[in-house]
């Protein structure tokens, strides 16, 4: 293991998987939330995850146990200072990750390396928040992140070979392939993914297919675990705008400006999964 302490910023659904990845890994890890409320969530969601997992024979009791007391958590970003690697994972918004990157870097070790888990936005940008930008990187784990195999590594411009060296082994004692990407807007897979999914929209809006038949099509005809509609609403739909608006932004093309449908939804705050309600209920 490249990382013995390593720190996660963010307790959502992201954070708290690679959270787990990470400390089944070896590394003993520290996850900042905002408050204690939604800290004590996260390690309550592990050990559920973690039963499960015990349930279905994929770990042992003793082997769930250990993972467990390698992860912690904190609402101070001080308690993170001494963490070899620190991987940021909050909202997908530039100026409040360009924010904590310029406040990591008076705070973290300054050997650390720092990376930032955002799907689209620029790396380059929040690693010229810091005194440290060879250091800086991008480590794009998908949701969920213990079971999807992927992860992209995005190396700005600024970044030195050991930095994406130390992080590519990382990933790979994570048990995850590395895929090696350039710092640009939605890197390799949301590049080629969120085009479609605007699509579907698109499709919707127009009328024509339901949203259930359009899943069904790209189910049975492409043989895509789910349909553009199920995945947007696991994704979240305002993170799918928000990726599509930094797709539109670097590229002005007009296939990666969001359908007025979606933009619409999130202002309904029909976000999907998260929210109970998207392009399919969920509040049963």
Do not use: W
Request: aromatic letters at 6%; one cysteine or more.
């Amino acid at each position: 293991m490249s990382f013995q302490r390593v720190g996660i910023l963010g307790s959502g659904i992201m954070g708290s998987g690679i959270a787990e990845v990470a400390a089944a890994a070896g590394a003993v890890v520290i996850v900042r939330s905002r408050s204690q409320g939604t800290a004590n969530a996260m390690l309550a969601g592990l050990e559920k995850s973690l039963a499960k997992q015990v349930e279905r024979g994929k770990r042992t009791r003793e082997e769930a146990d250990d993972l467990r007391s390698r992860v912690s958590a904190t609402t101070r970003l001080a308690d993170l200072a001494d963490c070899d690697l620190v991987i940021e994972s909050i909202v997908e918004d530039l100026d409040a990750k360009r924010a904590l990157f310029n406040e990591l870097n008076h705070l973290i070790n300054p050997d650390a390396i720092l990376a930032t888990n955002t799907s689209t936005l620029s790396v380059i940008e929040l690693a010229m928040e810091t005194s440290r930008p060879d250091r800086v990187c991008g480590i794009h784990f998908f949701n969920p992140a213990p079971l999807m195999s992927i992860v992209e590594v995005v190396r700005p411009l600024c970044a030195s070979g050991a930095t994406i060296d130390a992080v590519t082994a990382f990933v790979v004692a994570c048990g995850k392939e590395p895929v090696h990407v350039k710092d640009q807007a939605g890197f390799v897979v949301n590049a080629l993914l969120f085009p479609y999914l605007n699509n579907a929209v698109r499709l919707l809006e127009q009328g024509v297919a339901s949203k259930e038949d359009i899943d069904a099509a790209m189910k049975g005809g492409c043989g895509f675990p789910m349909g553009p509609f199920a995945l947007l609403d696991l994704v979240g739909l305002d993170t799918s705008l928000a990726i599509l608006d930094a797709l539109h932004s670097e590229f002005a093309e007009a296939n990666f400006a969001p359908v007025p449908l979606l933009r619409r939804m999130v202002s309904a705050g029909q976000l999907g999964r998260k929210s109970g309600q998207g392009f399919y209920d969920y509040r049963q």
